[in-house]
């Protein structure tokens, strides 16, 4: 199986578990508990139904939209996601340059395994940054004014994981603080030398953005959990995001919104998005899913906010789900980590010209000519 | 396993896929993208209950239905079909004369591998010819003159076809333009020598109404994707479809409506009857089933012209769903095209056979004796 053959979630998935030792790919695709939320929230989109309309003269149908102040040629990003350079030695660089070429916005986490400057100087397409409120009101400031002056044209700030998840595969798997490798997971690492050759031959994992602020920076399993759980402030409320929103001054989306209620209160703090997420089920299992949540969010905030679903995207059609259900855009983590995984930068490309494709195709037979063609009246919700 | 074994659906599929090289076989059996539409097409059927009536008298059945001013024996008709030779080295010589035998419509593509002035001097029995769109306005014309000559009695223009469907069965079995043959592939036409030794041996490979027009036309080689995108109008629009009814002066259907915004439109342009369907789920993945959508259709136009609901029938009974719901006929592709591949014009006999039986049979069950008996009062949905 080599990339060539990648046609979709599942191939791309199929490849990355190859090339990725176990511990690896199964914090990818491992979710919180029993996973419920996870599958869930692919699968809520097969309970509502497309229906074309016909004869439209469509055309090439345009597929730009605009989020956080910034035009993208496609209606879908990637979402931040932590340490890429353990999916491959590029990391963030692969996906950055990958994201920039298709117009569409890279997101950088805080935990990403590059820097913001670095990522600055090497892409100048569309970015935004990915913010977790540290206890150290210092490491927050800091990384904001950094972001400013690297230009970055947005950020979110994460609201799902004041505390980690429980993900049990990575339990298992020894992906834990202090790692505990299994017998297994040390085979899975040996069987994968080019894997093993290319991380100890590229620069030293760290968590670039963090590295002078904290010394845990350096360990690949004590910087997820540990990290999150040490440095994230669990006691983070509404002031806390109002401050940062305020000093940031700019495109700003809370990054975990659920409830009607939170998604109105975000209006109201200065947001001018909303990420409707769980996280991609890592977090809180028995969470609903953002489709299952994204109609009943727009009617509430009306034009007031930018609503972007985060979460289960892995087909164009489930992006014109999305938008006919009310989303501005739609976001992914998982579906972009795999194609990193399995082929870096060409990886990513092969999966944004795969989904690019997609949305046009679909476009064209549901007769829509641009994105705004994609309302309510596209969809019917199975009874 | 041979065709005396072949009682069902199911059994027809599996001699299908004996018969066929994995190619063929794939290009027949799959759909777009996940398949979900192919398989809701089918399941929507489960999520409604017949409610019999006992005690009526139902010696005799009439099953006789008339659409487009034809009166059939049966209340279901043969839809189009692409290269049928392919399937089987008969192709639509096997079909139209089952057709004729049961006296029921015979549903001629525009990509036939036949002649329609073959078929029309081989049965007298109700026929449509079924027709694309193509940029070049000669080709459309002579499709459209020969039909006419030719005797045809109703013309269905496609309309949910204007680009390809990702068939990611194809993409991998290398269905594709050029063919790209796997080697798991190239192994299965080895296995199947029949196949290959009728295909060499029973006359040349065409597609008869387009080979004066395109290079395409000669070559099985060229894929059906490729051709839905390059040779179809994508601007095709209500003017043009009315303008093609008005040429075509008798009696005309849109294939492929699921709005029923499109199905009022197609009354005010003079269509007598539609097609329910979103092609076998082979194009847009998350569309809406037909029999899913049937009643809002019937509901707004059922009294203007012939609504037909295409798409996922694999028995009788869903067929009286159908019609319980209020299409005037069902019509459907794999049910006959499976059979075709089994065992050529003795197996779409049988399979046409065993669905009239089994209509016999439910229509009895449910103390019907003609098909206007059915109706709602018949139907429960669940939950
Ligand atoms: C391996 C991995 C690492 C992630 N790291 C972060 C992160 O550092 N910060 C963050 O806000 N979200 C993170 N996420 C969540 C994603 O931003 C996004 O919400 C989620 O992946 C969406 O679900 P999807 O994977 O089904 O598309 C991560 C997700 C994955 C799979
Ligand atoms: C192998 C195959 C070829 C087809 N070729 C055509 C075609 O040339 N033109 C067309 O309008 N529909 C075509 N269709 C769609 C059928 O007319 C019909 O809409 C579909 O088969 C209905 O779904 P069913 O197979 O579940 O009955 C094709 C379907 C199949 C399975």
Request: aromatic content about 8%; some cysteine; glycine content about 8%.
């Amino acid at each position: 199986m080599s990339l060539s053959n990648c046609y979709n979630f599942d191939d791309f998935r199929k490849l990355a578990k190859k090339k990725l030792p176990a511990p690896i790919f199964h914090y990818i695709d491992g979710g919180a508990d029993d996973e419920v939320t996870m599958n869930r929230n692919t699968d809520s989109f097969n309970e509502c139904d497309l229906i074309p309309n016909i004869l439209n003269s469509v055309g090439e149908p345009d597929l730009k939209t605009e989020v956080f102040g910034t035009k993208m040629d496609m209606p879908i990003f990637l979402s931040p996601t932590a340490m890429q350079s353990l999916y491959h030695p590029d990391g963030d660089k692969a996906s950055a340059r990958a994201a920039e070429k298709f117009g569409t916005i890279y997101s950088m986490s805080t935990m990403a395994s590059f820097s913001i400057e670095e990522i600055a100087n090497l892409s100048s397409g569309p970015k935004i940054f990915q913010l977790y409120i540290h206890k150290d009101q210092s490491i927050t400031n800091d990384l904001i004014d950094r972001c400013k002056r690297a230009n970055f044209n947005g950020m979110c700030i994460t609201v799902d994981t004041i505390v980690a998840g429980n993900r049990e595969r990575d339990h298992r798997t020894g992906f834990t603080t202090p790692p505990k490798f299994t017998l297994d997971s040390l085979m899975s690492f040996a069987m994968r030398p080019q894997w093993v050759f290319n991380y100890f031959t590229h620069k030293k994992f760290e968590l670039a953005n963090l590295k002078d602020k904290v010394d845990k920076g350096t360990n690949i399993a004590q910087s997820v959990m540990g990290y999150i759980n040490e440095q994230y402030d669990p006691a983070m409320n509404w002031k806390d995001a109002e401050y940062c929103i305020k000093k940031w001054d700019g495109p700003i989306a809370l990054k975990g919104v659920m409830s009607i209620d939170d998604a109105k209160r975000a209006i109201d703090i200065g947001c001018t998005a909303i990420m409707i997420s769980n996280h991609g089920g890592r977090q809180l299992d028995g969470s609903r899913s953002p489709f299952d949540q994204v109609k009943a969010i727009r009617d509430a905030v009306g034009d007031k906010l930018e609503v972007i679903l985060d979460g289960g995207v892995r087909r164009g059609t489930h992006v014109l789900k999305a938008l006919a259900a009310g989303a501005t855009a739609c976001s992914f983590g998982k579906a972009f980590l795999f194609s990193l995984g399995a082929g870096g930068q060409q990886g990513v490309e092969r999966l944004l010209q795969n989904m690019h494709d997609e949305i046009r195709r679909n476009m064209i037979l549901m007769g829509c000519k641009s994105i705004k063609d994609l309302d309510e009246s596209k969809i019917i919700y199975r009874r | 396993m041979n065709l005396k074994d072949c009682h069902n659906f199911g059994d027809f599929r599996k001699l299908a896929k004996k018969k066929l090289p994995s190619p063929i076989f794939h290009y027949i059996d799959g759909a777009a993208d996940d398949e979900i539409t192919y398989a809701r097409n089918t399941s929507a059927f489960d999520d409604v209950d017949l409610v019999p009536n006992v005690l009526r008298g139902v010696e005799n059945v009439d099953l006789s239905t008339t659409i487009f001013g034809k009166k059939l024996d049966l209340p279901f008709y043969l839809a189009p079909t692409a290269l049928q030779r392919l399937f089987h080295y008969d192709g639509e010589r096997a079909v139209g004369k089952a057709a004729k035998k049961f006296n029921t419509m015979f549903g001629v593509s525009a990509l036939a591998t036949v002649s329609v002035e073959e078929i029309s001097a081989m049965i007298d029995t109700p026929k449509m010819f079924q027709f694309y769109f193509h940029k070049d306005r000669g080709l459309n014309d002579s499709c459209l003159e020969r039909a006419k000559a030719a005797k045809f009695d109703v013309m269905a223009l496609t309309v949910d076809t204007i680009t390809g469907g990702n068939r990611e069965r194809d993409l991998r079995t290398g269905f594709t333009s050029p063919p790209k043959l796997t080697l798991s592939s190239l192994f299965s036409f080895a296995t199947k020598p029949m196949w290959g030794i009728n295909y060499l041996t029973k006359g040349k490979f065409e597609l008869p109404h387009l080979q004066d027009f395109v290079k395409e036309g000669t070559s099985t080689n060229s894929s059906i994707g490729s051709y839905f995108s390059t040779m179809l109008d994508q601007s095709m629009n209500w003017k043009d479809a009315e303008k093609l009814c008005s040429q075509w002066g008798g009696h005309f259907a849109l294939k492929g409506i699921m709005s029923v915004e499109d199905a009022k439109k197609a009354v005010d342009i003079g269509c007598t009857g539609i097609m329910v369907s979103n092609h076998g789920g082979r194009q847009l993945d998350g569309s809406r089933s037909p029999f899913d959508q049937l009643a809002e259709i019937v509901d707004a136009v059922g009294d203007k012209l012939d609504v037909i609901c295409e798409g996922g029938i694999h028995r009788g009974t869903h067929m009286l769903k159908a019609l319980s719901l209020g299409a005037k006929a069902c019509s459907g592709g794999r049910l006959y095209l499976y059979a075709l591949a089994a065992a050529g014009q003795a197996g779409v006999e049988r399979a046409l056979n065993q669905y009239k039986t089994e209509l016999q049979r439910d229509m009895k069950l449910m103390g019907c004796t003609k098909i206007s008996d059915l109706n709602r009062s018949n139907l429960r949905f669940r939950g």
